[in-house]
T-cell receptor, first 113, second 115 residues
Framework: DGGITQSPKYLFRKEGQNVTLSCEQN?????MYWYRQDPGQGLRLIYY???????QKGDIAEGYSVSREKKESFPLTVTSAQKNPTAFYLC????????????FGPGTRLTVT | AQSVSQHNHHVILSEAASLELGCNYS??????LFWYVQYPGQHLQLLLK??????LVKGIKGFEAEFIKSKFSFNLRKPSVQWSDTAEYFC?????????????FGAGTILRVKS
């Protein structure tokens, strides 16, 4: 069953703690993405990776970090430097970047108190 | 700044009504255009896309969209909505020269169809 998995579905953390969100895909896609979804703001790109061991900042990368050590995995760390981390986080992948269709995971809702 | 605008954040329609959701972008070069849909409790999924050719594109579930280059628009339409079309709809634009390899999304339109 091919697709993108994100875990956990809900995550709660205390302010000041770093937290890592998992994203795994078995679609053999080269490109992977992390978005943040807030009500009324659509999806905003945090980071993306076109290939293993390479990644680029998106529009709102401050306070986040990523790694791409394996083709199928693209974990996102929300650091304590992120001013407003409570949000819905979506991971996506595509065969390539740009005009390729992106496939999305189910998302992780992070709440930081 | 380059952007993607969706004019209505909330739309409420009765079943069988016609639907048109607006999408405008602010980049003047070559663009690839997408509509994604997020049904309640489901993953975001592709509804339709435009790369080149016929500016009227057909997607899944009876949706279509028309690319009007002179108006920088890519409006989504459906002649007769069903209760199951209740979802959030996102327009997205890739403009390689301006955005690089990124896809830029609009703020989304929440559609509620009353049965």
């Amino acid at each position: 069953d091919g697709g993108i998995t994100q875990s956990p579905k809900y995550l709660f953390r205390k302010e000041g703690q770093n937290v890592t969100l998992s994203c795994e895909q078995n679609l053999n896609h080269d490109a992977m993405y992390w978005y943040r979804q807030d009500p009324g703001q659509g999806l905003r790109l945090i980071y993306y990776s076109q290939i293993v061991n390479d990644f680029q900042k998106g529009d709102i990368a401050e306070g986040y970090s990523v790694s791409r050590e394996k083709k199928e995995s693209f974990p996102l760390t929300v650091t304590s430097a992120q001013k407003n981390p409570t949000a819905f986080y979506l991971c996506a992948s595509s065969l390539g970047t740009g005009s390729y269709e992106q496939y999305f995971g189910p998302g992780t809702r992070l709440t930081v108190t | 700044a380059q952007s993607v605008s969706q004019h209505n954040h909330h739309v409420i329609l009765s079943e069988a009504a016609s639907l048109e959701l607006g999408c405008n972008y602010s980049y003047g070069g070559t663009v690839n255009l997408f509509w994604y849909v997020q049904y309640p409790g489901q993953h975001l999924q592709l509804l339709l896309k435009y790369f080149s050719g016929d500016p009227l594109v057909k997607g899944i579930k009876g949706f279509e969209a028309e690319f009007i280059k002179s108006k920088f628009s890519f409006n989504l339409r459906k002649p007769s909505v069903q209760w199951s079309d209740t979802a959030e709809y996102f327009c997205a634009v890739n403009a390689l020269m301006e955005y690089g390899n990124k896809l830029v999304f609009g703020a989304g339109t929440i559609l509620r169809v009353k049965s």
